[in-house]
């Protein structure tokens, strides 16, 4: 048994170890309740001996937990959710050669094997091995595997020679663990829609979504050379967040053309590279701001962005939307303009974002000071039992990055 685990006593008066996490009962509904302390087996219950147990230092609230808090997924009650995990290793199993007891570790969000076609080909967001309905795992989260997720106080990763990066200095990691949490997810998200859209030095850019990703991603297009980095939302407290921290805020219910707002920053209706961080939960903006609309921000993009240019998509698109009002999106169907993409040669590039193509060098940005994320994304440390009013208020809008804080390390 862990050492470091809290533990209790059952009815025959032997020690167990315990473990709290946050669990989705329902739309709109999560709650803190005791759950298993991780065990060394897969979602099937096979006996694995590649495995890590975590004794989680930190771990984030994502806006893709808000999709399935919303009802908007076909995710299961009773789902420990969670996927963006930094932890100290507490026990290993002993095929685990390269890390130890006591290393601080960053946790991909992907769960991935390193053995399949995907993962020698560093595409780990679509591994073939860890889920049996489709392409691609992750902790907590619907559709991908049944990984128990780690908005908790312990959990289990497995293949851990393959998924983890210890940090090289545990003193000075815990010193900047409000920037290296984002290295789980948004930040490698957030560079993997820059990468992807093309950015470069002297690119004009529109990122869509002023939330966590959005700043993410924003932030990304500057380390990558951008001369002119727009992002658009219609929220005003998140605009402005982003003026705070640099960027030039785009208030899309200023208008129904978004060419038009781009065109009072960079002088022309266009621009060489655009982000959606939005995802399938899009609403119309100008006039027709607050209704869904998909497909809007896809659209808007592939009107603003020029002829042979790309188009990042790291947002969310899912496909089931069982909480739409439209039939067609309640299938993953979306309303879009492909061809007016395909008769501008735009490319697009969608999926999960394969963290381990990036989380090293981002590591090293953090560490070397080169990119404060924790300011950008204005991270906000909360205890694991405030974590169903920090969902009410990310949900609300708040321009923040909640970090849950289970054991209290952070402060």
């Known amino acids: 048994m862990p050492k470091l685990a809290r533990q209790r006593t059952n009815r025959k008066g032997i020690l167990m170890a315990t473990n709290r996490g946050v669990v989705f009962l329902g739309p709109g509904k999560v709650e803190v309740q005791s759950i298993d302390y991780p065990k060394m087996q897969n979602p099937a219950g096979k006996e694995i001996t590649h495995g890590v147990i975590l004794k989680i230092v930190s771990t984030n609230i994502c806006g893709s937990d808000q999709h399935m808090v919303r009802g908007r997924t076909t995710a299961p009650a009773g789902m420990v959710l969670g996927h963006e995990i930094t932890g100290e290793i507490i026990e290993k199993g002993r095929d685990v050669e390269y890390l130890n007891i006591g290393d601080l570790v960053t946790v991909p969000f992907n769960v991935a094997c390193g053995r399949c076609r995907t993962c020698r080909e560093r595409e780990t967001g679509v591994c073939l091995n860890v889920n049996p309905g489709r392409a691609g795992g992750a902790y907590g989260y619907v559709d991908m595997g049944g990984w128990v997720g780690?908005?908790?106080?312990?959990?289990?990763?497995?293949?851990?020679?393959?998924?983890?990066?210890?940090?090289?200095?545990?003193?000075?990691?815990?010193?900047?663990?409000r920037d290296l949490t984002m290295l789980s997810d948004i930040l490698p998200t957030g560079f993997h829609g820059a990468v992807n859209a093309g950015v470069g030095v002297g690119s004009t850019v529109y990122v869509a979504g002023a939330g966590p990703v959005g700043l993410a991603a924003a932030a990304s297009a500057q380390i990558l050379g951008a001369a002119v980095v727009m992002i658009g939302d219609m929220n005003q407290e998140r605009l402005r967040h982003a003026k705070k921290v640099g960027f030039e805020p785009i208030d899309l219910t200023k208008s129904d053309k978004l060419e038009d707002l781009i065109a009072q920053v960079v002088g022309v209706p266009e621009v060489d590279s655009a982000i959606d961080c939005v995802g399938f939960e899009a609403h119309g903006h100008g006039s027709q701001h607050g209704i869904e609309a998909p497909a809007t921000v896809l659209n808007s993009l592939m009107t603003i962005t020029r002829a042979a240019g790309s188009i990042g998509i790291p947002g969310?698109?899912?496909?089931?939307?069982?909480?739409?009002?439209?039939?067609?999106?309640?299938?993953?169907?979306?309303?879009?303009?492909?061809?007016?993409?395909?008769?501008?040669?735009?490319?697009?590039?969608?999926?999960?974002?394969?963290v381990l193509k990036y989380n090293r060098q981002l590591m090293q940005t953090i560490l070397h000071d080169r990119l404060p994320i924790a300011k950008i994304v204005n991270a906000t440390v909360i205890r694991l039992d405030d974590a169903p009013q920090g969902y009410q208020d990310f949900d609300k809008g708040a321009a923040k990055k909640f970090v849950l804080d289970p054991h209290g390390l952070l402060n």
């Open 150 to 177: 780690g908005q908790a106080e312990y959990v289990m990763v497995p293949y851990a020679d393959f998924n983890l990066i210890k940090f090289p200095d545990k003193a000075q990691a815990m010193a900047k663990i």
């Open 316 to 354: 969310l698109y899912v496909t089931e939307d069982p909480g739409s009002k439209d039939e067609a999106s309640r299938q993953g169907n979306l309303r879009m303009r492909f061809g007016l993409g395909w008769a501008k040669s735009q490319r697009f590039y969608t999926g999960q974002t394969p």
